[in-house]
């Protein structure tokens, strides 16, 4: 157990981003010694701010005030809908040499829709973002999913595009009820752009929780996995990502999905 231990306190300290912040400090105490004290501060501070930031602490935390807004929902408390969106960015798609679609860190929606899917909830599934014809068609159709009930969204590259996009489909089609599907963290941001389309009734089905479970495991999660490292100063980058989107259209006057229902009401 000691060696188990001891490997994995090693291997954190033999990553790069441990070994800069250990840097910074070590030219923070050089810097003291030449009675350079104000630019040792600093050097200070970037350190300390890079050990904050990459605290899987900090990043639970941001990451929880966008997921409990959005709390887990069972099966039996979604009700029937037209369709099911799902958003993008889960799956990579198939290529010459990947004849299968590759999970990636938020497969869980793509998991969430088939779920759905099959416990009857909608027989329509429409994947929203750019390459769905080429990653998550051929993922549901693999799963059960039959291809005529498989419309793709495949011209967006980001949620506003989901948002345009999806709704001119949705409308196409006449559908009115629908479940809206990404991860608890993109939630209130996809909803928020969804809901611009006063005419159609989105149900948030949240999934892909990754703060509240690490936050409910607690004291169960090992010491050298509370370090700062650089997986969790990227999953934090996402979550202030999602602040400022949530921030940038709550400012915005008319909001992007408002002004896409007057301009539909004006042709």
């Not at 650089?230 to 709550?250: D, N, Q, S, V």
Request: aromatic share 10%; proline share 7%; glycine share 6%.
């Amino acid at each position: 157990m000691f060696t188990y231990v001891l490997f994995k306190y090693l291997t954190w300290l033999c990553m790069p981003y441990t070994l800069a912040m250990l840097a910074l400090v070590a030219i923070g105490v050089w810097l003291l010694c030449c009675k350079q004290r104000w630019p040792a501060l600093c050097v200070f501070a970037v350190a300390l701010f890079l050990f904050v930031q990459a605290l899987p602490w900090t990043m639970t935390r941001v990451g929880a005030t966008l997921e409990r807004r959005y709390p887990p929902v069972t099966m039996d408390a979604i009700p029937q809908a037209d369709a099911i969106v799902v958003l993008g960015g889960s799956i990579a798609p198939t290529t010459a040499t990947m004849p299968y679609p590759e999970l990636n860190w938020s497969a869980d929606r793509v998991v969430m829709a088939l779920r759905l899917f099959h416990a009857g909830k909608a027989p329509i599934i429409i994947p929203s973002g750019g390459g769905a014809t080429h990653a998550e068609r051929p993922f549901f159709e693999s799963l059960g999913v039959p291809p005529e009930a498989i419309l793709c969204e495949n011209e967006s590259l980001d949620t506003a595009g989901n948002a345009e996009k999806t709704v001119a489909i949705l409308r196409e089609r006449g559908f009115k009820k629908v479940l809206l599907v990404t991860s608890a963290w993109h939630m209130r941001r996809s909803m928020m752009l969804f809901e611009g389309a006063t005419d159609i009734t989105f149900i948030p089905v949240p999934c892909d929780y990754e703060s509240l479970p690490l936050i409910d495991r607690g004291s169960e999660i090992a010491i050298w996995a509370k370090m700062p490292s650089p997986e969790a100063a990227g999953r934090l980058t996402y979550y202030l990502k999602e602040w400022l989107g949530i921030l940038f259209y709550t400012l915005r006057t008319p909001s992007l999905a408002k002004e896409q229902d007057s301009a539909e009401r004006n042709v």
